[in-house]
């Protein structure tokens, strides 16, 4: 398939988001009016200056923990895509493309674009795969974090309860329909949809990482703001899916006016250093290590196998299934038996020419490289 399609979606896709961050950023900036007539600047360098080493270290360090658990969607994404990356490198584009992405806007082009620069083996077609996929799997992720976190949480957001209800069935919908489809269209290009062990494994790094991102702006909140981290994630869940559908630059203006939405009785001047003092930590710092990274990316260090292969003690019906199944192999270079693959499951087929121990080794390795569930 030629690249005219991907280039078509990239093109109106672009369109699209300059023509939403046209609209939305004035229509912030009217809203945001009645709350910057109380605005006092001295007030802001004030609470600014007031913020502590410990505070700072703590915010750093959170962020660093949150870009790791992030990177570790496109890892996830590249089992499923097998495009046979190593782990450090895909973890490395991706932390480094996200970082760039939530910066500049555009998340679509300027993730595709940075993983395509991050990793010389990879096409730009495959990298708009792995971009629109981890986009996806990402706001499948946050919707069940957002619902059980309304649900479970206390937070005080004037929103009813039935919101959140809703957002679990839509998250749970989510899940089911992956499980049923195994394919979309993404960019012109047929793509596997993640597999149920791949949707827990991207639900928890979600966790990690929307965890350690409200750490980071709890960790620069002063004291005298007195908000619990449990009371303030759900308002980050929520303050980070208005600015993921604004589509606004590093979602400047929808965070901030959804936070003050839901926190209305905090200092504005002390609310507004820690905002700053976040987009500091948590967005200009990793974008500008990304722009670093784009310089000298990783080398992707994938081994080969160089073990010689041999045959001893198939199955019968071995040979003809591997004409259309995988190749099950032990460290050792043995030959234990062929696999069918599905989007859930890598199966082998007929008895293993192994002992068990090792079939189950070669065959749990073979699933976690698709990000599936090893079946015999």
Not at 113 to 134: E, F, M, N, P, Y
Not at 146 to 171: E, K, M, N, R, T
Not at 215 to 239: K, R
């Amino acid at each position: 398939m030629t690249a005219k399609p991907a280039s078509f979606v990239f093109q109106r896709k672009a369109f699209v988001q300059f023509f939403a961050t046209c609209l939305v950023l004035p229509l912030c900036a009217l809203a945001a009016l009645p709350v910057l007539e109380t605005l006092d600047w001295g007030e802001v360098g004030q609470s600014w200056s007031g913020i502590t080493p410990l505070q700072w270290s703590l915010a750093i360090l959170a962020t660093a923990a949150s870009f790791a658990a992030l990177g570790q969607y496109d890892v996830i994404v590249h089992r499923i895509l097998n495009t046979r990356i190593s782990a450090r490198a895909a973890q490395a584009s991706g932390a480094a493309a996200v970082a760039l992405s939530q910066t500049l806007g555009f998340g679509l082009i300027v993730g595709t674009l940075a993983r395509w620069r991050g990793l010389h083996r990879l096409d730009i077609a495959v990298a708009s795969k792995v971009t629109a996929l981890v986009s996806i799997s990402f706001l499948g992720a946050w919707l069940t974090l957002f619902a059980l976190a309304g649900l479970l949480l206390p937070h005080g957001l004037p929103v009813p309860s039935y919101v959140f209800q809703a957002s679990l069935f839509s998250a749970a919908c989510f899940t089911f329909y992956t499980a049923l489809k195994r394919h979309i269209t993404v960019a012109g290009y047929r793509t596997r949809l993640p597999s149920l062990r791949a949707i827990f494994a991207l639900m928890c790094f979600a966790l990690i990482d929307t965890g350690f991102a409200a750490l980071a702006f709890w960790a620069l909140i002063p004291s005298s703001a007195d908000i619990l981290f449990a009371q303030l994630f759900p308002i980050y869940l929520i303050c980070l899916g208005v600015a993921l559908v604004s589509n606004t630059p590093g979602g400047v203006g929808p965070f901030e006016l959804t936070l003050l939405w839901a926190i209305p009785d905090t200092n504005i001047n002390e609310l507004l250093a820690a905002l700053i003092a976040f987009r500091l930590v948590y967005f200009a710092l990793p974008a500008s290590l990304g722009m670093l990274y784009m310089f000298r990316p990783l080398n992707d260090q994938t081994e080969v196998s160089r073990v010689a292969l041999f045959a001893r003690g198939l199955h019968p019906e071995t040979s003809s299934a591997l004409q259309t199944g995988a190749t099950l192999i032990a460290p050792n270079g043995q030959i234990i038996g062929a696999t069918a693959h599905t989007t859930q499951s890598t199966t082998l087929l007929f008895e293993p020419a192994a002992k068990l121990q090792s079939t189950l080794t070669a065959l749990s390795l073979q699933a976690r490289t698709s990000a599936t569930i090893p079946l015999f």
